[in-house]
Every structure is written in structure tokens, then in C-alpha cells.
């Protein structure tokens, strides 16, 4: 018999079509919590992204489940130590994402450099702000890069060739690592006082939740930018709200959120110095593709054929 494959989150359909090959696919991209936990107890594997939440209870009922794939890079949304526990394999894509977040990082350095989401809106209400958008270039700039792992790197590459000078704070890495990215290590004091735009890329680990405090955004430059396309865990966004407010740095540039979809409500929507996106660092049909067919690949190295 063919094994059997639920995808519970919107995968492209290059991983469907592999998937198809040597499994019976099924896909239900809007399932909810409960209707999850009544069905996945058919399934050999389970494909998620971020939105679909694997507890433990969702574990416990997949009781023919013999990997969970993610088609991403985190995996703050598994249960992963129960999914060992009870000897099933789970798989990402930790390679698959990595030029899609770190432009997107680079991005929201240049809407900010260039005040480009302002200008974008007051044309589209009439106005010629011409004299209004005084920018600065990122050439000759610092970026201060926290984490330097895959995305990191990747960013860091993607500046120098910008004419950028890069410094980097990463405890597990060696400064030859960072020199080969272009980058010098510094101690995060150094960094948090001396860039101009600082991206960070550190998991979400409750070690790291609220890494970036008000109490370091309070060493940062007033002109300084911060850039956040990790993970919402990291930053105390009250801490980020004060800093802002009282000018500390002059400007963030988010995509993901302590809590996701971010309220319209909050105060961060209300500040004209910060550029918000809705956590789609991972969203380009490029990365997708990637991340779909790593994922798919391993469960059918896992299920065999």
C-alpha cells in the first residue's frame, strides 16, 4: 500500500506533484485545530508551515505518523522532543529560505533608508513630497549582524557588496568564520553602539525571547535602524515601542510579530517610522519550491518507496 501524506499548510505544487509519485496526497491548507486532530490518525506523514500547530496531543493522535516535515526553517511550532519520544522524524528545510529572508532584511533597509513606503502612500493621496524624503544611502553604512548562521551570512555578503561595513556578534561562531562573509566580530556593546542599521537572525529559543530589551535599543545610535525578519520571540516589542517613542533609534523595520497576524490596533501600527510586512520573509515562489521539495524528498527517504 502507498503511504499517505497530509499537507495541513499552503505548499507549492511542485512538492505536491513529487509527493504524488510515491504517496496518496492529501491537502487541506484551512484545516483547523480540531478537524487536524480527527483526521491526522490516517496519515503516515504530516507537511505544515507555520500555521498549523503539531502539540502534543496532535502527536499522540497521528497514530500511524511516521515523520512531520515543515516546509521551512523553524521549528518552534512542533513539538519536536515528543515527536522523538515517540520515534517520529521530523524534517525541515534550513537551507531553503535563506536568500528570500536575507533580502527581504535588505529591503526593509532601503524602505527605511529612503522613506519609500511614505512616499509610495502620499503620492497614491496626491501629494509631491518631494523635500520630505531626505533619505541616506546604505554605501559606507554599518550593519551589525546578530546571528550569524545561514541568513546572516547571506545578508552580510549582500551588503558588502553594497559597499557596506559589516560587524557581527555570534558567541558559537569564530571570527575566521565571519571573515569569510566579509563580516568582524564584535561583542554586542560594540555593535549595538557603533551600526547604523542592526538585523538580527537568532532562533526561538527561550533563551533568546526578548533579546533585543529597551535596554539595548538604548545603546544603539538615534539614527540607527533595526531590522527583525527572525522571529517575534526575540524582541521585547514594548521595549521597542519605548525606544521608538522617545527616539532612542529612528526607525524599525519588522515581518514577524510576538504575537502573528499583529493587531491593527497596536502601537506599532500607528508609527510612521517603522515598516511592517506580514511575516512573509519566506515568501517567494523560489523559496517554496526549495523548501517543498527538500521536505518531500526526506519523507520519502524516511517512508521508502
Request: proline share 3%; with cysteine.
Amino acid at each position: 500500500m502507498r503511504p499517505k501524506i497530509l499537507f495541513a499548510d499552503k505548499t507549492h505544487e511542485t512538492a505536491l506533484k513529487l509527493a504524488q509519485e510515491f504517496a496518496d496526497v492529501d491537502k487541506d491548507f484551512e484545516i483547523t485545530a480540531e478537524d487536524l486532530m480527527k483526521r491526522v490518525k490516517d496519515y503516515d506523514a504530516l507537511v505544515v508551515r507555520s500555521r498549523t500547530k503539531v502539540t502534543r496531543e496532535v502527536i499522540d493522535a497521528g497514530e500511524k505518523l511516521k515523520v512531520i516535515g515543515r516546509v521551512g526553517v523553524g521549528l518552534d511550532n512542533i513539538d519536536t522532543e515528543y515527536a522523538k519520544e515517540k520515534n517520529i522524524v521530523v524534517i525541515n528545510a534550513p537551507t531553503s529560505l535563506t536568500v528570500s529572508v536575507a533580502e527581504l532584511a535588505l529591503g526593509l533597509m532601503f524602505c527605511l533608508a529612503r522613506h519609500l513606503h511614505h512616499a509610495d502612500r502620499t503620492m497614491r493621496e496626491g501629494k509631491w513630497l518631494k523635500k520630505d524624503y531626505y533619505g541616506i544611502e546604505l554605501y559606507g553604512k554599518t550593519i551589525g549582524v546578530i546571528g550569524f548562521g545561514r541568513i546572516g551570512r547571506e545578508l552580510a555578503v549582500k551588503c558588502n557588496g553594497l559597499g557596506m561595513e559589516i560587524i557581527s556578534y555570534d558567541p558559537f561562531l569564530t571570527a575566521e568564520d565571519m571573515r569569510e562573509a566579509y563580516a568582524k566580530e564584535v561583542s554586542l556593546e560594540e555593535l549595538l553602539y557603533n551600526s547604523d542599521f542592526v538585523s538580527i537572525h537568532i532562533p526561538a529559543t527561550e533563551e533568546n525571547k526578548n533579546f533585543m530589551d529597551y535596554k539595548k535599543f538604548a545603546m544603539m545610535k538615534p539614527t540607527a535602524y533595526f531590522i527583525n525578519t527572525s522571529r517575534g520571540l526575540v524582541v521585547d516589542e514594548e521595549g521597542l515601542v519605548k525606544a521608538l517613542k522617545e527616539d532612542k533609534i529612528a526607525g524599525a523595520g519588522l515581518d514577524v510579530y510576538n504575537e502573528e497576524p499583529l493587531s491593527p490596533t497596536h502601537e506599532l501600527c500607528n508609527m510612521e517610522n517603522v515598516m511592517l510586512t506580514p511575516h512573509i520573509g519566506a515568501g517567494t515562489q523560489d523559496a517554496q519550491i526549495i523548501a517543498g521539495k527538500i521536505v518531500v524528498e526526506g519523507i520519502e527517504k524516511v517512508l521508502g518507496r
